[in-house]
Structures are given as C-alpha cells and as structure tokens.
C-alpha cells in the first residue's frame, strides 16, 4: 500500500515543531520525505528528553517515515547537491527566518529557475513581510499577540500556558499541509508551482472564528470568562467530590434537561439558556456544589448510560487506554533499526483505501546521506571526497 501522496517527493528543511509535524502527517500519507539536516548543529529536537533507547521519542515520532541528508550547506558543493535533488524533489518546507534560505543560494527564485515545478513553502512565526518579519518567537508569542491568549483563562488568575502547541500545530503545520496540498492541485491543472508564505501568528488568528467574527461585526469584544464557550457560562470543567474534573458541554435543551436529572436536580434545566450572565454564574454554582457530592468514578459511571455531552477529564496515560482511542487505533507500534519497535501517536486521517504501515521511526543525522548521493548520480569516489570535506555526513 503507498498511500495518496505517494507522488510527492518533499525536501524538508524544518526542525523543532511546525515543520517537521507538517511533513509527518504528509509522510503518514504516503509521500516521500528527504531531510535536509546540518552536520554540525544538530535539530535540539533530538535532545529533547526523555529518550527510549538512545531517542528522543519526540523526534522518533515527528520525523518517522522520514529519511535525512546531512549537509552543510554553508558550502557551495551542498548547494549545488540540494539544487540537483530540486530537479526531483519538487516540494520543499523550510521554516528559517526569512532571508537565510536566500543568503545560502536556496530561496525560491533560485530554485524555482532550476524547477518550474517547485513548489516552496516556508513557515515562520511572523510571515516573510511585516515590522516582526524578522523577530523571534514561539508559541506563546504567537497566541499573546492574536488576541488568543486574551480570552483563555481566568479573570482571577489571568492567562493559561496551554499544554499543546496551538499556534505552532493548528497554526503552522496544519496550514501548511493546506496550502501545499492546494498548490499541488494548482500545479496538476496550471503546470505552474509557486511560493507559500505561512506565519503561524497569521494562522492562529483566523481561528477567531466565531470571537473574531463578533468584534469585527458587531464590535463584540471577547475577554476571558465573558463567552458561552470559554467560561462565561456552565459550560465548563467541574470538580468531584475526590478533586477530579469532568467536563460538561451540555448547550441543548435535550442535553441540559440529562445533565440536571443526573445531578438531581432536574429544575436547574430552565436555566440553562439564560443569556444573562448573573444566571450563569449561580447555575454553575449550582452545578459544582452538586458535582461535589460524588467521587469521579461514580459519575463516570453514571454518565456513561446518558448522551448529555458531559464527559471525564482524562489524563494523557488514561486517554490511551481508553475505548474510543483504541477503537480507532490511534496508538501505533513503529519499527526501528537494530531494536524493538516504538509506541507512537498514529496518523489520524481514515482513507478508505488505507495508509502504508509507519515504516520507521525517526533516523540518525545523514542516515540516508549515501543511498541519496548515489542516486543523484555521485561517484563513489566524489561522495568520499564530499565527506573528507565535510560537505556531507
């Protein structure tokens, strides 16, 4: 089985993050991945503990199905080796600040000159124009300034560090895969390839969807516990008379009239689509004193015979045992070189026709530098002569 993008063939730039979680879920999906790493500074993702086996099992999942290529390519013979594989691999993902892929004679122009095909996409937290086009950040950055961050948290204790990478995934990776999948399309009918120009505070801005809308109608501004969904009503995380947490999304009439038999309380119901605020708060009063009565298995047990949109809070250990996750065979073993395979989080997308079984984790630096020189057309003898140079490793 090769998958639906087994036509791809990606040069991949990235590290950390955005980039190599974009080129995973391509790789998931059938296309073919080449790394273009550095010999000498290593993607600090490799070191991120804790490591299985010598690993980090951060980069043996991100970078699974991947091969890799060390190059420095500070030096003119790398580049002309990454121009030689553009006249093959016409996809490239890089996510260096904008400018350095110009400075190396690889930006878009140059390439593009070598292969009309190409098609280009770098990912950058601020976007290649723009006053912060040049200035540093991360995730965190990236939710402050779109107004995220502004209304997730408390009105007591202000902001939360949220605990999976927004800006950086469902901004930067997912708009990614968009883009060039569009852009493949785009080329299938056109001929034509073209550059891609991601920025993840871009990206995570537009997922004001319903908040952004609002404020930019109705002059509606969001702030934190001030909406239906992010505080300002019931719908929200309640705690157990043993200090677990579920999680009660209970918006319908149908679903609100459960929630409140369950409890015992069945007159709370008409308070539910209240809109105002005061009635808000005293239902949610009323809601955690009720949720305080029972430990969290006994509600778990008692909710798990109701369709009330309410539903435990799990922790990531409880999250893989649970039924629905195993049901869908989210958790998947991956081989690796020389020992015994690796549990990962699998691909998530369903094909009627199947994906390619994970093939293997993710590989040491240049792993593949060789296989990859010899099909460029490298002798034996000038790819000795590249690695007595430190072209190549």
Known sequence: MSGPLSSLKILDFSALLPGPFASLLLADMGAEVLRVESPTRPDLLRVLPPHDGGVSAAHAYLNRNKRSIALDLKRPEAVEVVKRLVEEYDILIEQFRPGVMERL????????????????VSITGYGQTGPYRDRAGHDINYLAISGIAAQTGR????????????????????????GLLAAVIHRQQSGEGQYLDIS????????????????????????????????????????TRDGRWLAVGSLEPQFMQQLCAALGRPELASLGLSPDPETQRQLKRELQIAFELHDFAE?????????????????????????????????????????????????????????????????????HTEEVLRGLGYSEEQIAELRAGKVVA
């Open 105 to 120: 004679g690889l930006g878009y122009e140059a390439l593009r000159a070598i292969n009309p095909r190409l098609i280009y």
């Open 155 to 178: 009105k007591d204790s202000g902001p939360l560090p949220l605990g999976v990478q927004v800006a950086d995934v469902a901004g930067g990776s997912f708009h990614a895969v968009m």
């Open 200 to 239: 993840m505070t871009d990206c995570v801005f537009t997922l004001h969807a319903m908040g952004g809308a609002a404020y930019l109608a109705c002059g509606q501004e969001p702030s934190m516990e001030s909406q239906p969904l992010n505080g300002g009503s019931f719908y929200d995380y309640y705690r």
């Open 299 to 367: 509600w778990c047990e008692i909710f798990a015979g109701l369709d009330a949109c309410v539903e435990p809070m799990l922790s990531l250990a409880e999250a893989v045992e649970h039924p629905q996750i195993k049901a869908r065979g989210l958790v998947v073993e991956v081989p690796r070189e020389g020992g015994p395979g690796q549990r990962q989080i699998g691909c998530p997308i369903r094909f009627s026709g199947g994906l390619p079984a994970p093939r293997h984790i993710g590989v040491k630096v240049g792993a």
